[in-house]
């Protein structure tokens, strides 16, 4: 089983966030034009850039220390080219990073925990190698990741690989962006925030493998 799109069950905070921001950058540009003024953002696209999420891919059940692929496609379904396709993702948006949670101990000198370790060279685009040097399509913000340009009509299937380290049960949740910074959004083709959210489950015991009659390794329950 994966986890469904969940595309308008829940709008992330972040989202709203990104939402306002762009609602006041629209509202100042306006306001700037008005009395003549440059803005400082004057070379940021803006607007709304229709993609559609063909898949969203993640195992539901999963057991610790057991590296699964999370991967997510998506297409340009608008006429102009996405300036810089971006995926933010969190499981608690307090944490520092992506797939960690933040633990409410005041004895605890590091509060963050990880419940998934992104394997080296991920996030990738599938077919397309890493380049040396290169640690994935990471940026600045731990826990969003950038892809580059999307022309019209372009399909993109990128590919996180994340090992559970710690059991119970999570919400993952990822938002789909336009680019890093400005307000370039993308949006359903219905013109809503395009986000979504995959819960799971980690078992706390990895499962144990054995050797059968055959000399094959299998896993156990």
Do not use: H
Request: hydrophobic fraction near 45%; proline fraction near 7%.
């Amino acid at each position: 089983m994966f986890g469904t799109l969940g595309g308008n069950r829940k709008k992330p905070a972040r989202t709203q966030r990104r939402l306002a921001l762009a609602a006041a950058s629209v509202a100042a540009g306006a306001a700037l034009a008005a009395c003549g003024a440059d803005r400082q953002d004057a070379d940021a696209i803006d607007g709304a850039f229709p993609v559609e999420v063909s898949a969203a891919e993640f195992q539901e059940r999963q057991r610790a220390s057991k590296a699964l692929e999370l991967r997510l496609a998506v297409e340009n379904a608008g006429d102009a080219t996405l300036p810089n396709l971006a995926v933010s993702m969190f499981v608690d948006e307090q944490a520092g990073d992506a797939f960690s949670i933040r633990l409410d101990d005041p004895a605890l000198a590091d509060p963050d925990r990880p419940v998934w370790i992104l394997e080296e060279k991920y996030p990738q685009v599938d077919g397309e190698p890493v380049p040396a040097g290169l640690s994935g399509a990471t940026t600045a913000e731990a826990n969003t990741f950038a892809f580059g340009p999307l022309e019209p009509g372009e399909a993109r299937e990128m590919v996180w690989l994340l090992t559970p380290v710690r059991g119970g049960a999570f919400v993952l949740d990822y938002e789909i962006a336009a680019g890093l910074e400005g307000p370039a959004l993308a949006v359903t083709e219905a013109g809503a925030p395009l986000s979504g959210e995959f819960e799971v489950r980690i078992a706390e015991k990895p499962a144990k493998d054995r050797v059968n009659d055959k000399g094959k390794v299998v896993t156990g329950k």
